[in-house]
């Protein structure tokens, strides 16, 4: 979790508003300004986006979820802050203006970011007064879910600034680079536009279409970039011998006239209007809250799929996870809190409620919580133990519906060298209704052999630390009972 509790952002829009979500689902308290009356509202509907997205990427511990509120000033936003992120409008006389007040009433240590996605910093911290503050932190949408901000500092910025912005961001779960020489647009942007030109004039040129074009990307070269990026790939391309080899045999390729590159087409109202056109068909009636929600349902699953591979992007996840779970969730006489889940549309059976096996899946994500507190990562594994759960009981107690959050209370009913028996009780988190309840005997078992045996060393003695804190609870409603009994 970030070491700073307190946040302001300038700018409640698109990138505003990412921002607002990733920093309040690490813990901070923001507040807002942004003068567009209708800035809430529409941030409210960016938010339910964005709490979805981060209750399937993160169903394990997680930090509170952080207070937003809006201001009707600048000033009272920045009141406090321990860093202020400017999300404002691309212009600069604009950015500036607002800069300069944010320096002269946020608190002398704030960090001042800017979100700006082109201007040069040194441009914008012409007018503040502590120029040595401000840092370009430049992501890309949806905050709430990539990963990458590039930093990039002024003439006058201090590098203890980049510094700690480094670690700020990093503690978001995000991936900062330095940015070492302040250019327009920055890296990832310039990249971008490179292969949007090339698109406007494949397009502009009736060579293909918006849809082709995306679909040239997404089924080739795009899978490969979002695990091992551009210059890594060619060197795989390259053979045994490597990058040098691929230089040399397709480096000449790139005077070869095949690309427009140095040119970019006028973009006329007959151009503007035929990719709309297509894009508008593209997307079959699909709104754009609904295509944002695929999108970050996607990325999801793809930030999921390379945490198991422990590789890029899954890597980074995979290390705020295990931060996240190193925090004290629960005082050790108390169930455990550790797993939250967000019913999403696909959990739904033909009733409009969760189905049945979705409760278990929720229900052995919280075991699997529960296991990795107690010490189960890829060493122990690695080492020939494991756990099998043998024996469940459910209880189906309540309806969940679609967007409802879900919050698992975890408790060792008993333990002994090769047993240990868990309890769960799902409950809806805004009522606090219980939903289900699940009881499970699980074996401590040696892998290779396929046979049970006793717990030892650190693993044992977690988990009698454990059950001996969870003696003393009451027993829960509805532990033991077998199918069918009344009462």
């Known amino acids: 979790m ?10 409640g829009g698109v990138i505003g508003g990412g921002w607002i979500a990733r920093f309040a689902q690490n813990g901070l308290d923001v507040a807002v300004y ?135 961001y990093a503690a978001l779960g995000m991936k900062p680079i330095h940015i070492r020489k ?26 293909a279409t918006v849809e082709e074009i995306d679909e040239v990307i997404r089924y080739s070269f795009g899978l490969r970039w979002a695990q091992m990026g551009l210059f890594q790939i060619y060197r795989i391309a390259g ?50 809250r609904r295509l944002e929600r695929i999108r970050d349902d996607n990325l999801v699953a793809i930030l999921k799929a390379l945490e198991k591979e422990d590789w890029g992007a899954g890597a980074l996840l995979k290390a705020y996870r295990a931060g996240l779970a190193g925090a004290p969730a629960a005082t050790p006489a108390e169930p455990l809190r550790l797993h939250a889940a967000e019913v999403p549309e696909d959990w739904l059976d033909y009733n409009g409620h969760i189905t049945e096996h979705r409760y278990l899946q929720v229900l052995g994500d919280a075991t699997d919580a529960v296991l990795a507190h107690l010490g189960l990562d890829a060493a122990y594994l690695a080492s020939g133990r494991s756990f099998f759960t043998v024996e469940t009981h ?21 333990a002994d060298a090769k047993r240990l028996h868990l309890f769960h009780a799902i409950r809806r988190e805004r009522d606090g209704a219980l939903l289900a309840t699940g009881e499970h005997m699980l074996l401590h078992v040696d892998t290779k052999a396929g046979r049970a045996v006793a717990t030892e060393g650190a693993m044992a003695e977690r988990i009698a630390a454990l059950a001996a804190a969870h003696a003393g609870l009451p027993a829960p409603d509805g532990a033991g009972r077998r199918v069918g009994e009344r009462g």
Request: with cysteine; proline share 6%; glycine share 8%.
């Open 2 to 11: 970030a070491t700073l509790t307190k946040a302001a952002v300038i700018g």
């Open 34 to 168: 942004d003068p567009d009356p209708q800035a809430e509202a529409k941030f409210g509907r960016l938010m339910e986006n964005a709490a979805h997205a981060f209750g399937r990427l993160i169903d394990g511990a997680r930090p509170r979820l952080g207070a937003i509120r809006f201001v009707s000033s600048l000033a009272e936003a920045v009141a406090g802050a321990e860093i202020v992120q400017e999300s404002a409008p691309e212009r600069l006389d604009l950015k500036q203006r607002i800069l300069a007040e944010i320096d002269a009433h946020a608190p002398p240590e704030a960090i001042v970011a800017s979100s700006t996605s082109g201007l040069l910093p040194s441009e914008l911290q012409a007018t503040m007064t502590r120029p040595e503050r401000l840092v370009v932190a430049h992501p890309f949408n949806p905050v709430y879910l990539i990963p990458l901000v590039e930093l990039v500092g002024g003439a006058r910025t201090a590098p203890a600034t980049i510094e700690r912005a480094r670690a700020f």
């Open 182 to 207: 302040e250019i327009e647009a920055f890296v990832g942007d310039r990249l971008l536009e490179a292969l949007w030109r090339e698109a406007l004039w494949l397009v502009q040129d009736d060579i």
């Open 239 to 288: 053979g045994e011998a490597g990058m040098r080899h691929f230089m040399a045999q397709f480096g000449p390729c790139l005077q070869w006239p095949w690309t427009k590159l140095t040119d970019v087409p006028e973009l006329t109202e007959a151009l503007i209007d035929k990719i709309s056109h297509q894009s508008d068909a593209q997307a079959a009636g699909l709104s754009i």
């Open 394 to 414: 459910i209880r189906h107690l309540g309806e969940g519906h679609r967007g409802d959050r879900l919050g698992v209370e975890s408790r060792v009913l008993s």
